[in-house]
């Protein structure tokens, strides 16, 4: 927790900020479920070492940083970018 992950398109980079990392099992899908605020979820096979179908996830949880959201608001009432809330 506490670093950054920064997602460029090529109109825009937003940064968020790793809120949690945790290992789960593949059927453990409330890691995927929408949140209340603009976030990224990174998901990946866990053991990172492991041939085949791994038997765990590796969940990176983010959020958007207070300064990008902001930014984004903002242009969002001058109607240049729609927010949804959740991506």
């Known amino acids: 927790p506490g670093d950054t992950v920064e997602l460029s398109t090529s109109s825009r980079?937003?940064?968020?900020?790793?809120?949690?990392?945790?290992?789960?099992?593949?059927?453990?899908?409330?890691?995927?479920?929408?949140?209340?605020?603009?976030?990224?979820?990174?998901v990946t096979c866990y053991p990172f070492y492991f041939v085949g179908s791994a038997p765990?996830?590796?969940?990176?949880?983010?959020?958007?940083?207070?300064?990008?959201?902001?930014?984004?608001?903002e242009k969002s009432e001058r109607g240049h970018v729609a927010t949804?809330?959740?991506r």
């Open 56 to 73: 765990e996830r590796y969940i990176v949880q983010t959020s958007m940083s207070d300064r990008d959201w902001l930014s984004r608001q």
């Open 84 to 86: 949804t809330g959740h």
């Open 13 to 42: 980079t937003d940064t968020y900020l790793v809120d949690q990392i945790v290992i789960v099992h593949p059927d453990d899908t409330w890691v995927l479920q929408p949140r209340s605020i603009s976030s990224l979820t990174l």
